[in-house]
């Protein structure tokens, strides 16, 4: 059934926060349709200029994106009439013209972000980035502190972590009452209140059970490329069913089973050292010391945990 309807709610980030497993979850609710696409990024690319990008990645991420209100439409069609519409696109955190376009299209809707520690969170994008294989050059952890690297440029990076420089501008332009941000250690240590709790923010039945067992898009460095090339996310094996067989593809894709087994082997096949304690105190105390204090005012909670 197509539709011309709009989200209802948005889940604007932070990225390597938990985000993909919240997108997965709340698709298991039976009064939530999830865009069919996570991340399409329309808010933030619809008006933005290509050109203020100087790496090759964040030009091919932005193309790829949806960037044209036809085909954003298009996300949500086959949604019954009595589900809510959601979607998440970590950009809307990090790009500061989201906010506007949110207002713009869909002013009434509700705003969910779960941020993590913005160090922990750069030293996870970093092996997200060490998963793909897609390291940009002259990218190594140690250059985070040279302001003049692509840790600073690319806003996916040591820019997104300033939450209270990019969650400022969505205080001041939507009802505080439409506004959910959570922890991500609240996240992971009790997901299933988490859950429950977003379910009662968008007024539908909080007590709907989900399979919040899967952990979705998990970081790290491939142990095993044997095993990877099998069943990572662009394993031959996948690429082969989403380009020949996309019907086959959609059904595992949206069946619990299936992600339980995927993701379960994926992850066992993924190794993250643990961040090394003084580096994690450098970053907070050289790069985002002044932010995590404004936050903590902003959302009127104790973040002395993240100093």
């Not at 919240?22 to 999830?34: D, G, Q, T, V």
């Not at 990008?53 to 790829?64: A, G, H, I, L, Q």
């Not at 898009?217 to 044997?226: F, L």
């Not at 993924?270 to 090394?276: I, V």
């Amino acid at each position: 059934m197509s539709t011309k309807r709009l989200p209802d709610f948005v889940i604007i980030g932070a990225g390597k926060s938990g985000t993909t497993s919240l997108n997965e979850y709340l698709k298991e609710h039976p009064k939530i349709f999830m865009a069919t696409r996570k991340e399409p990024n329309f808010f933030a690319f619809e008006t933005l200029d290509p050109s203020i990008y100087d790496e090759e990645k964040s030009r091919e991420y932005y193309f790829n994106s949806v960037l044209k209100i036809e085909d954003y439409y298009k996300l949500f069609e086959g949604a019954k009439e009595d589900q809510l519409l959601g979607e998440v696109s970590n950009t809307y955190i990090s790009h500061a013209q989201a906010w506007e376009r949110i207002k713009h299209y869909v002013p009434n809707a509700k705003l969910i972000a779960i941020l993590r520690h913005p160090a922990e969170r750069l030293y996870s994008r970093y092996f997200h980035l060490v998963r793909e294989n897609e390291i940009p050059e002259g990218g190594a952890m140690e250059e985070v502190f040279n302001r003049d690297s692509v840790w600073w440029r690319r806003p996916d990076l040591v820019n997104e972590g300033f939450y209270y420089d990019k969650l400022k501008p969505y205080f001041e332009n939507f009802p505080k009452e439409h506004i959910k941000i959570f922890l991500y250690e609240e996240f992971i240590g009790d997901t299933d209140r988490v859950l429950r709790d977003t379910f009662e923010f968008l007024g539908i039945d909080p007590n709907v059970k989900v399979a919040t067992d899967i952990i979705y898009n998990k970081s790290g460095e491939v142990k095993n490329k044997s095993v990877d090339a099998l069943v990572g996310q662009n394993s031959g094996p996948i690429l082969f069913l989403k380009k020949f067989l996309p019907g086959l593809h959609r059904y595992l894709k949206e069946s619990v089973w299936a992600n339980r087994v995927l993701n379960n082997l994926r992850n066992k096949n993924l190794d993250k050292p643990g961040m090394d304690p003084d580096f994690r105190k450098r970053i907070t105390q050289e790069i985002y010391q002044e932010d995590i204090e404004q936050l903590e005012k902003l959302l009127e909670r104790d973040m002395s945990a993240w100093l």
